[in-house]
């Protein structure tokens, strides 16, 4: 009996060495990657936005400057519905910029949420350490000239002293 039960223990020990090392042979190495593919976890989110022109963000298909959507995020506060991630993510007129992720930080340190980016179809976290959060700004439209005032400076006003009046 006592011959039967020390078999029978080596045998399980050598059972669970060699499940051991097949274990070890299928790692080979990888590590775990803290990057997610962007497309399988994007219901996973309680907002997202897209990256837009000039520094602008796409918030629920309206164009809003940095200071708006931090208005937005400010007004979700006040009614109890802040999200605690936001995804941010390029739109097809736009890249996601160092600015859009410097303005992003400024919001996640204001507001407390958690912001991801899609990064070539990596997603990453918004360090705002790391990044330097940005004083959000509204968008200023590049001015335009009329017709009449192009290639004309300020010195070429048309006007001369010589043809004043004399009083």
Do not use: W
């Not at 009996?1 to 190495?29: K, N």
């Not at 309680?46 to 007004?75: E, M």
């Amino acid at each position: 009996m006592i011959r039967s039960t020390t078999l029978l223990g080596r045998v399980a020990a050598a059972i669970l060495l060699g499940s051991m090392l097949v274990l070890a042979g299928c790692h080979r190495g990888d590590t775990k990657s803290a990057e997610v593919k962007t497309d399988s976890v994007k219901s996973q989110f309680d907002t997202t936005i897209q990256a837009y022109k000039s520094g602008q963000f796409l918030v629920d298909g309206a164009v809003l400057s940095a200071l708006d959507t931090g208005s937005h995020f400010a007004y979700l506060k006040d009614q109890g519905r802040l999200p605690k991630t936001v995804l941010l993510e390029r739109s097809d007129d736009s890249k996601i910029r160092k600015q859009h992720l410097e303005f992003m930080a400024r919001m996640q340190l204001d507001y407390g949420f958690t912001v991801y980016y899609d990064d070539g179809g990596q997603l990453k976290k918004i360090n705002p350490v790391e990044t330097k959060a940005r004083e959000l700004e509204d968008y200023h439209a590049p001015v335009k000239m009329n017709d009449e005032l192009k290639g004309k400076s300020a010195s070429d006003s048309g006007y001369d002293p010589s043809q004043r009046q004399q009083q």
